[in-house]
Each structure stands twice: as C-alpha cells, then as structure tokens.
C-alpha cells in the first residue's frame, strides 16, 4: 500500500497536469476573440466621439467667423466709410454697404455660390449647387472637411458681400442708387464669381491645392477680394469723373469719429477674414490671428510715422487708414507667413499705401473719395506679391509631393518661381476687373445712367435718393 499510494499520487498530478493547460486554456482562447471585438469597438467609439468633438469644434469656430466677417460690413464698413463722407451723403453711403448685405446673399443663394465652388472649368463653376441644391449639413471634403458644406457656403458668402462693398468708397457722393444696384449685380457675376472660382474653385486656373494650373497663393482673399475691388474702384472712379467741386473745395470727413469706430471693428472683424480661412479650428487659424494683428499693427504706426515725417504731427484719419492698409495687405500671406514677416509686409504697405493716397492720386489727379484704390487695390497687389516671397513651408505646406513630402513654399523658402505665380495671378486680377468693370459701366450708364444729376449731388444723396437725412439737429 505505502507503494501504491505515492504512484498514485503522482499519476493523479501528471493526470491532471496534463488536463489543466487544456482546460485553462480554453477559456483563454474563446474569450480572447470577444475581449478583442469589444477593445475594437471601444475604440471606434473614441474615434467617432473625437471626431465628432473636432467637428462640433471647427464648426462652432466657423460660425463666429462668418459673424465676425459680416461685422466687417456692417457695422464696420458701414461706419468707416460713412464717417468719411460730408454729412449730407451719410445715410446713402451707409446704406450702400447695408444694402449689399441682402443683395449679395440672394444672388449667392441662387447662383453665386454654385458660379464659385462648384466643380466647372478652369475659370467658372457649373450649376451643380444651384438654389443651394445639396449644400446641407455634409461635408466637401474638397474645401473644409469638419465642416457642414452650408457652414462654408455661408462663410463664404461674407466674403462676395464685403468685396463690392469696397468698391463703393470711390464712387461714394455721385452715383445712383438704382444705379448702384445693377452695377454690383453684374459685377459680382462677371468679376467676382470667376476671380473666385479661378483661385478657390477646385480646378480653378489659380487654385494652389486644388489642381491649379498656376498655383497662386491668396489665403483669404488679397486677389479676390482687395485687388479686385480696389482696381475696379479706380475705374469708377474715372469713368464717373471727379465731384462738384473737387479739388478746389475742402471735401473733409463729416465725422472720424464714425470712421474710428468703423475701423477697429474691421479689425476685429478681419479675424473672422483671415483666421477663419484656416476653415478649422487648429494652429494655422492661431498663425494666421497672429499675422493679420501684427499685420495691422505694423502698417498702423508705418502710416503714422511716414505722415508724422511730412505733416510734423500724426492724424487719426491716417492712423486707421494705415491699419486698415496692413489688414488689406496681409490678407493673402496670413496663412503662409511667421510673425516677423508679418510686421515687415505691414509697415511696407502702410508707407506704400501712404503714398498712393497722398502722392500718386494727387499726381493723376483722380477722385477716389474713400481711397479705395489706394487701399485695397495698391494693399492687395502688394500683399499678393510679398506673399510669393515670404511664405512658409513651416506656417503651411501647401505644395507637397508624390511621396507627400512639404516642399518650398515662398522665394526665402527655396521657391523662387512662387513670385511669378504671384506676378500671374495680380495680372489676371488687374485685367479681369479692368475690363469687366468698364463693360458693366458701360452698359449700366446705357440703361439707367450712373451719375446723379448735378442738382442732386448739391443737395447730397441722402435727401435725393432716399429722403432722408443723416443729422435732425433741430428735433
């Protein structure tokens, strides 16, 4: 018995040692398959709850900035230029702006957007969104990925109201509002849409991302907005002729008060312009804040101390049309370029911009009332062209290879063919709003004529055109 029992023992141990991998291990083994699945799955839901975070966040982000490039309109815009005028011609000044606001939007809601965004030929979009068919909560991934395709639509939108709005500084005192009216209807269709479409539209002649056959590199707009409003401005500015009076009257502005305010709002509100173009809410939306306010800053003290040098002291009036000219100017490098590079293109433009104002336009002798052409038109070129030299793979790697390594970017990056790119895209800018806004001036004059009489421009257009007047001082 005393040897069977440890014999038995031991066959009982190896009986059941050999059992318990088996056994142990089937559990093991069929739970590691369901243990994996929900691991799986655990994470698909974090995945989707981040995205879905990301996307409540970029959205939430562009909304303020499509709130913040309207308040560059109206009030800014509204307030800025109308502070500009005599004060019999503040309220048409003013409703000028604030008309475009609802103008704009109807001709985008119909076929503005789809002109701009939808996939067309190199030069203008097709009907594919027209009446805003199948802009809804999806995204196009093509443009703005985290994004509702309604969000960027109306974000856009902000942008085709402020431009012609711009426009509306040189003919500011003598023209229509009738006539206004049909002028910014054809302009926004025959300039806007396509300058738009050609650097923003995929497949657009400029775009730089998109498939472009000149890749011209315009961040938030100094080609499509500022160089074509500022050179369409000079062409009004010509076409319709000086005002009563003008040079030999003092014309100064009825209220810089007005105009004060309108600026810093513009400021503020080009964050919205600039930042938002980023279309989220990530660091190339921080680098471009910080570049559209050191931008401005620059170009606010380079005007200054260029007036301080000829006039022996600074004015208000110069000081924002200065930072107004550095935002103008920083527009389409905000997104490509550092801080340092941003101060440099903003005190380059406020001297430059200075000059045009003050030097060129008394030169040739044209009256620009608002200076929109010295602004936005003189601005935008030369932002457009800095830009070419400035920009950063570093800031934005915007052109990439097949492997999707960044390459050089801007001239000072190792890209020196980007200027003439540059070059390409302010020249077509140039011609496209040179000769489409002449024709439209043409045909608008034909039909219910341009000018006011010149009655009515004595009397001002506020009570002429809308009878109305800015200042009740006696009530």
């Known amino acids: ?59 939430a982000w562009m909304l303020v900035c499509a709130a913040l490039v309207l308040m560059m309109t109206g009030p800014g815009l509204v307030l800025f230029y109308g502070g500009l005028v005599r004060k019999k011609n503040v309220l048409a000044t003013m409703m000028q702006s604030f008309i475009l606001m609802a103008l704009i939007t109807l001709l985008w809601a119909l076929f503005g957007y789809s002109l ?79 300058m738009a479409h050609m650097v923003w539209g995929k497949g657009g002649f400029l775009n730089a991302s998109l498939g472009g056959a000149i890749p011209t590199l315009d961040f938030a707009g100094g080609t ?42 513009l400021w503020v509100g080009w964050f919205g312009f600039n930042a938002g173009s980023a279309l989220t809410a990530g660091s190339l939306a921080t680098s471009a804040f910080v570049a559209t306010h050191f931008g401005a800053a620059a170009a606010a003290l380079g005007w200054a101390a260029a007036e301080w040098f000829r006039n022996g002291k600074a004015s208000a009036l110069g000081a924002i049309s200065g930072a107004v000219a550095g935002l103008v100017a920083i527009t389409p490098a905000a997104g490509f370029v550092g801080p340092m ?31 929109a052409f010295g602004v936005h038109g003189a601005g935008g070129s030369i932002g457009a062209l800095l830009t070419g030299i400035f920009a950063l793979r570093a800031v934005n790697p915007v052109f990439k290879d097949a492997q999707g390594t960044a390459k050089a970017v801007g ?44 009655e009515h421009e004595v009397q001002g257009l506020d009570l002429s055109q809308h009878g109305e007047e800015g200042y009740n001082l006696e009530a």
């Open 116 to 194: 701009v965004f939808h996939e067309g030929n190199r030069f203008i979009g097709n009907f594919g969104y027209l009446f805003l068919r199948g802009v809804g909560p999806v995204p196009n991934a093509d443009y703005a990925a985290t994004i509702p395709q309604q969000t960027f639509m109306v974000y856009q939108l902000m942008f085709a109201i402020i431009t012609p709005a711009l426009i509306t500084g040189a003919f500011a005192e003598r023209m229509k509002f009738s006539a206004m009216l049909l002028f910014m209807i054809l302009w926004s269709v025959i300039v806007y849409d396509p």
């Open 1 to 59: 018995m005393r040897r069977i029992l440890p014999q038995l023992v031991l066959g009982l141990v190896v009986f059941f040692g050999l059992l318990a991998p088996a056994g142990f291990a089937q559990a093991p083994a069929n739970a590691r398959p369901a243990a994996s699945a929900q691991v799986q799955d655990r994470i698909a839901k974090l995945e989707q709850q981040v995205a879905e975070a990301r996307s409540s966040g970029d959205n």
């Open 224 to 265: 499509v907005v500022h160089v074509t409003s500022g050179v369409s401005a000079l062409v009004c500015a010509l076409y319709l002729g000086k005002r009563l009076g003008f040079p030999k009257e003092p014309m100064p502005p009825h209220s810089v008060v007005l105009s004060v305010v309108g600026a810093c709002l």
């Open 411 to 454: 001239l000072i990056d190792g890209n020196p063919g980007q200027v003439l790119n540059q070059v390409v895209g302010i020249a077509i800018a140039w011609v496209l709003a040179l000769v489409g806004t002449f024709v439209i001036l043409k045909v608008v004059d034909w039909v219910v004529g341009l000018r006011v009489a010149g």
């Open 341 to 371: 590079s941003a101060l440099l293109i903003g005190a380059i433009a406020g001297v430059v911009c200075f000059l045009m104002v003050t030097k060129v336009k008394g030169k040739f002798g044209y009256d620009d009332s608002l200076d």
